[in-house]
């Protein structure tokens, strides 16, 4: 199952607070990255956060994950987590004509 994770430093939080963190998360998310976990990561494009995939078997699983990023346990980093599923829409494309 694939889950869209959208990551951003909350407002109020100075770069003093996330600087000793950041050395230690990439190290994590390199770790996710390598076990297949964290399929991709990007930064959103104002440089607001960041927006990762990442493959699991269960929601509970990759909040177990994200709990252990490093700014997320010392409260630097807000995550809002979205399960995915296949888009079937496009079966509509294929319908008979007296279906639709």
């Known amino acids: 199952m694939q889950f869209l994770v959208i990551a951003r430093i909350p407002e109020g939080i100075s770069l003093d607070k996330v600087k000793p963190h950041i050395k230690p998360e990439v190290e994590k998310v390199w770790e996710y990255y390598s076990a297949n976990i964290l399929r991709s990561i990007h930064y959103i494009a104002d440089m607001s956060g960041t927006v990762m995939m990442l493959e699991a078997d269960s929601l509970?699983?990759?909040?177990?994950?994200?709990?252990?990023?490093?700014?997320?346990?010392?409260?630097?980093?807000?995550?809002?987590?979205?399960?995915?599923k296949a888009y079937t829409g496009l079966e509509a494309l294929f319908a008979e004509k007296g279906d639709r």
């Open 60 to 84: 509970e699983t990759v909040r177990e994950k994200m709990a252990q990023l490093p700014m997320v346990e010392n409260n630097v980093l807000d995550l809002e987590i979205l399960p995915l």
